[in-house]
């Protein structure tokens, strides 16, 4: 090999790698500046979603516990216990699926909130997200605090000890799925039963030998 290409190659290696220096530290510095603003976000759209769980009124959350991987927030009244929050997750189609679950004191669910998801849009998000649908009967309505979601909204009202006979119908279960969405709908059903079932072997059974 010629001195000058020895030369050349020397030259770009030093190149690339000062640009491979430059662009790390500036990943760095926009992951550093980025990382409270996404946290806090994180933290807004979690409380928002906590409110919107149809729970008896509250004014404050107790220490969390963990049980078998799924974490659970005392809900409190006046530093009364009147409910519980589950959040745990699930792998969906496109990636993992964080579920919040609401629960009465006597284990009854109060409604279920997917708080993070990647499913395909106009599929599988379907089964996840709450969207108020404009139509010509509802143009100049008032949005509902808690749009609608008939795959989620099933959930509502049904005993946490129930657990394990929740699948959707295509499973031999009665739970009602989207076409096109089996394993969306499936990933939320399991979701919700995997929630119930650490409620009611960690959270509802402590309070019952209290």
Known sequence: MKLR????????????GGTAIVAAL???LVSQLTAEPISKARKENRAKAFRRLSLPEF?????????DGVIFYPVKNKATIVGFIGQGSVA????????????????????VQVLRHKETPGL???????KFQRTIYNLFAKAPEVPENRWLDQFN????????????????????????????S???AGGVDKICAAFCSGILNGMEKQ
């Open 5 to 16: 290409d020895r030369e050349n190659m020397l030259t770009l290696g030093l190149f690339l």
């Open 26 to 28: 500036a990943l760095a």
């Open 59 to 67: 004014d404050q959350l107790g220490e969390p516990v963990e049980v």
């Open 92 to 111: 969906g189609y496109g990636g993992e699926i964080e579920l919040l679950v609401g629960f009465k004191g006597d284990g009854k669910i109060t409604a």
């Open 124 to 130: 599988g998000a379907n089964v996840c997200d709450r």
């Open 157 to 184: 009202s049904r005993d946490s000890a129930d657990r394990g006979k929740w699948k959707i119908s295509k499973d031999g279960g009665h739970l009602i799925y989207l076409t096109g969405a089996t394993v969306t």
């Open 186 to 188: 499936r990933a939320i």
